[in-house]
């Protein structure tokens, strides 16, 4: 159905009819990005406001899209409404530097501490470094979740804020893919035999919420924990991927 209704949307202009049309077939595709992404923020961001401009998004999607590109016209258009939604979010929750320095500095720490070990450390070790308790750790984890809310693609392109997914599309990163450059096939590589060292609750919470798409509600029920914790086990785990590449870049 998409692929019919690409081929519609290809004219110099939309009617009034057709741009109803996309909407309707793609309002299911936006209420999942929406409902996926809110609840990893802290801040009450309206989802009627961000499926308007996810809305908004996708037509613009439609208007500009290049067949000829070589990307399907959902991939562009989930592309563009995702972009929308994470920009959207980015504004309402500004971020102080100090966020982002506590972050770095927990990242310096699960490294060194994962090295010493040799092993994914559990967090009781990880707060035990720090010289907190583990509710401590874990509501400093709450604090951070905002910081490491982007895709893994966009954490792998070295984004450190939220920014536009213009230039790029989720990735399996569990599948290798023959068009990727050496050097992002390298990259993949890394990152799969990172996550293969992981826990086994932190694999399960990328596993479900980063390529299985589903919301964090749904993997919380699946798991059997609060929501609250699948937040916390993504942000370690998130942390703690990005704290290894990180300095497979400096080696």
């Not at 010289?131 to 984890?141: C, F």
């Not at 890394?190 to 086994?200: A, F, P, S, Y």
Request: net charge negative; hydrophobic share 35%; glycine share 4%.
């Amino acid at each position: 159905m998409q692929t019919k209704a690409a081929r519609a949307y290809q004219k110099a202009q939309l009617t009034e009819a057709s741009e109803e049309d996309l909407l309707e077939i793609y309002a299911p595709v936006i209420s999942q990005m929406v409902h996926r992404f809110v609840p990893l923020v802290r801040v009450t961001v309206d989802a009627d406001d961000l499926k308007n401009i996810a809305s908004l998004s996708l037509i613009q999607a439609a208007h500009g899209f290049d067949p000829t590109a070589g990307m399907s016209f959902e991939s562009y258009a989930r592309m563009r409404i995702r972009g929308a939604i994470l920009d959207e979010i980015r504004k309402s929750q500004p971020l102080s530097r100090t966020v982002y320095s506590r972050r770095k500095e927990l990242e310096n720490s699960l490294e060194t501490l994962r090295m010493e070990l040799n092993r994914q450390p559990e967090e009781e070790e990880i707060a035990e470094r720090l010289g907190i308790t583990v509710e401590q750790y874990r509501a400093q984890l709450d604090e951070l979740r905002p910081v490491v809310f982007v895709p893994l693609h966009q954490m792998l392109d070295g984004d450190d804020e939220f920014s536009h997914s213009n230039d790029h599309y989720t990735a399996d990163l569990t599948q290798e893919d023959p068009g990727e450059s050496t050097g992002r096939r390298e990259l993949h590589v890394l990152v799969r035999e990172r996550i293969q060292q992981l826990n086994r609750k932190q694999q399960q919470v990328l596993l479900l919420f980063h390529y299985e798409g589903l919301r964090m509600k749904d993997v919380a029920e699946l798991m059997g924990i609060s929501e609250s914790r699948v937040c916390q086990i993504n942000t370690e785990a998130v942390l703690s991927l990005r704290s290894y590449l990180q300095r497979q870049e400096r080696i």
